[in-house]
């Protein structure tokens, strides 16, 4: 039976709100370099991303507690009393360890008594595996849970460093730049290119899809015959689409004993602004000859969703209501009910039952 004591579940509209006690991207391994503070803004939170002088990864509150200087235009030093690593305040100097309490304030005399380790800057638990820095959001700030779950391990991650990075921002909040993701009919009329598709040649689709863990998955299949670039990978190309709460979308090839894997993480700045990140992993000596071009296509796929975005910003300020019809928008009302049991299974203090049964969807694209 359910906590019937536990808060009644948030009711979060489309658009609004940005889900909490999760592990969202944070960054790339290769983004972060031991005594380098960098400033993030992680869901509307300023937060300091960095390795300590040691190589291992941290995350505090990029405000200093005094003067609300960010701490991330200090520096990291070494404690002088224990050796440990600290982060210099550039204002007047206090220091905190890496778990965000305070071991000094250097202008307190001799005689002045301040227990300065019960100051504190709030600190958010990381997780680093498979190259990617993983933050996890804790829904109360002041009492923040443990994580109950960790983040995921994907697929193909192979051949060592990722052979394509590429970022954006899009001025939208998350929800519809998943949906925009996820969405499997824009894809000829957005991504018109001769190397992809063209409208001018769409065929019906079919396509088996399952529930996964904290999300679904489109079963592994073989592409299309009119997604030109699968070709190129050579031999017979098998892949399966995944997405997972709360923002990654990961595309993973395989041929023969060969892989490719294609992720997307999306990340919200705050509720206006969503960080797109698209990586690309692969062994396929092919795909990594070719990477260059890919780049170039990745990089191409960002800007024109970005004009999209920009494009629907102009209809979604008027707050319309979304019309979205079966089978082709049947993925983002299943990202709206996996949203929506997020939120219920949270406030009333049990597991997460995912609401998406196995089903095939048809489309034309």
Known sequence: MPDQSASPVPRVAFGQ???KDAWWFAALSGDLLAGKLQRYVILGEPVLLARDLDGKAYAIR???PHRAAPLSAGEMV?????GGCVVQCPYHGWTFDTSGTCASVPSLTSDQSIDVERIKVRRYEVREQQGIVWIWIAA???RPAEPDHEPPILPGVVGGKPLIVERMDFDSHIDHAVVG????AHGPYVHQQWWWRSSKRQLEKSKAFEP???GFAMVRHRPSSNSRAYKILGGAPATEITF???GIRYEHIEIGDKQVLGLTCLTPIDETKTRITQIFWSDHGMFRFIAPIFRFGAKAF???DGDMVNLQNEGLKYDPSLLWIDDADTQAKWYQALKKEWLASRAEKRAFVNPVKPATLKWTS
């Open 78 to 82: 070494r404690d002088g009393r224990g």
């Open 17 to 19: 709100g940005l889900l």
């Open 244 to 246: 997972r709460l709360p």
């Open 62 to 64: 990029d405000i200093c």
């Open 181 to 184: 993701l996820m969405d499997p």
């Open 140 to 142: 109360d700030a002041r």
């Open 302 to 304: 960002l800007k024109q």
């Open 212 to 214: 996964r863990e904290f």
